[in-house]
């Protein structure tokens, strides 16, 4: 299974983002995604996550306003990002949980910058 995720840029405060992480493999329907981030020194953390039922869990830092959301038909999955703030700003990494096994894509940018 390979991840990439895209959609990654510089926004200024208050602006969207979508990002956007295509996967490769025949699992993607049955496997549960996620999108995490890591900003500059501070660990990984979870922002969002959809099960393969499509249940969706937030950090509390982003409830209301970014949205997680997965088209099994394109094996795809997105992240909607609104009202974004300057401590939006890290690196995101899609994510796939498969019965234990644990991928990870490359990461995509967000900055978020007056």
């Known amino acids: 299974v390979q991840l990439q995720a895209s959609g990654g840029g510089l926004v200024q405060p208050g602006g969207s983002l979508r990002l956007s992480c295509a996967a490769s493999g025949s699992i993607f329907s049955s496997a549960a995604m996620g999108w995490y981030r890591q900003a500059p020194g501070k660990q990984r953390e979870l922002v969002a996550a959809i099960t393969a039922g499509g249940n969706t869990n937030y950090a509390d830092s982003v409830k209301g306003r970014f949205t997680i959301s997965r088209d099994n038909a394109k094996n795809t999955v997105l992240l909607q990002m609104n009202s974004l703030k300057p401590e939006d700003t890290a690196v995101y990494y899609c994510?796939?949980?498969?019965?234990?096994?644990?991928?990870w894509g490359q990461g995509t940018l967000v900055t978020v910058s007056s």
């Open positions: 994510n796939q949980k498969y019965f234990g096994r644990n991928t």
